[in-house]
T-cell receptor, first 113, second 114 residues
Framework: NAGVTQTPKFRVLKTGQSMTLLCAQDMNHEYMYWYRQDPGMGLRLIHYSVGEGTTAKGEVPDGYNVSRLKKQNFLLGLESAAPSQTSVYFC????????????FGPGTRLTVL | AQSVTQPDIHITVSEGASLELRCNYSYGATPYLFWYVQSPGQGLQLLLKYFSGDTLVQGIKGFEAEFKRSQSSFNLRKPSVHWSDAAEYFCAVGASGGYQKVTFGTGTKLQVIP
C-alpha cells in the first residue's frame, strides 16, 4: 500500500497563477482533509470531505477550492495564488469511525512569489 | 470549541536522558487525544492515541503518554531518548462526534545532543 500520496512535492508559482494539488489514498478511507502548516502555527484545516462528492470548509478556506469526484482522490485548487499561500500543504485521510487516526501524506511545499 | 496548548516550542535533551513533552487540551467532553511526530521534510506519523480506558497509553518507538482528566493534560514521555527522536511533536485533540474534527497544537521541536 502506498498510503497517502501527494503531487507535486514542490512548486513555485507567481502571484495570480493557478494550480491544483492532488492527493490520493489507497486505504478506502471515507474522510479526507487538506491542511496547511506554517511555522509556529501547527496544522490548520483548509477543507475536508466526509465522502465522495462532498466537501466542507475548515478553519482557513479562503482562496482555496476542493473537489472529491472519486473516493480515493481529493484535489486542492488555488485559483489565483497569493504570497500568503506560501506554505507546506498536507493531505490526510481517515476512516469514518469515531476517533479514527489520520494518515498523512508527505506534503507539498509551495512558494508563491 | 476544542483547543490544544503545547507550552514548549523547543526542547533540548541529551541522548539517553528522559523526556517529557507537555500538552494541555480544552474540550467539553471526554476527548480523543493523539500524539504525532514529524521528521524533517516528512508528513506526520501517529505515535499513540487515547480514546478511553487505561489512562497510560503505550505507543511506538518506546513512547508513552498519560491522560490526566483533572489536569486536562496528555503529556508524552520517553525514558531514554535516542538521537533519532529529534523531530517535531504534535499533540492533537479530536471531538467525539461529527466528522472527526481534530485540532492540532503548534508543536514542540525536540533537539537531541550527544
Amino acid at each position: 500500500n502506498a498510503g497517502v500520496t501527494q503531487t507535486p512535492k514542490f512548486r513555485v508559482l507567481k502571484t495570480g497563477q493557478s494550480m491544483t494539488l492532488l492527493c490520493a489514498q489507497d486505504m478506502n478511507h471515507e474522510y479526507m482533509y487538506w491542511y496547511r502548516q506554517d511555522p509556529g502555527m501547527g496544522l490548520r484545516l483548509i477543507h475536508y470531505s466526509v465522502g465522495e462528492g462532498t466537501t466542507a470548509k475548515g478553519e482557513v478556506p479562503d482562496g482555496y477550492n476542493v473537489s472529491r469526484l472519486k473516493k480515493q482522490n481529493f484535489l486542492l485548487g488555488l485559483e489565483s495564488a497569493a504570497p500568503s499561500q506560501t506554505s507546506v500543504y498536507f493531505c490526510a485521510s481517515s476512516y469514518s469511525k469515531k476517533g479514527g487516526e489520520q494518515f498523512f501524506g508527505p506534503g507539498t511545499r509551495l512558494t508563491v512569489l | 470549541a476544542q483547543s490544544v496548548t503545547q507550552p514548549d516550542i523547543h526542547i533540548t535533551v541529551s541522548e539517553g536522558a528522559s523526556l517529557e513533552l507537555r500538552c494541555n487540551y480544552s474540550y467539553g467532553a471526554t476527548p480523543y487525544l493523539f500524539w504525532y511526530v514529524q521528521s524533517p521534510g516528512q508528513g506526520l506519523q501517529l505515535l499513540l492515541k487515547y480514546f478511553s480506558g487505561d489512562t497510560l497509553v503505550q505507543g511506538i518507538k518506546g513512547f508513552e503518554a498519560e491522560f490526566k482528566r483533572s489536569q486536562s493534560s496528555f503529556n508524552l514521555r520517553k525514558p531514554s531518548v535516542h538521537w533519532s527522536d529529534a523531530a517535531e511533536y504534535f499533540c492533537a485533540v479530536g471531538a467525539s462526534g461529527g466528522y472527526q474534527k481534530v485540532t492540532f497544537g503548534t508543536g514542540t521541536k525536540l533537539q537531541v545532543i550527544p
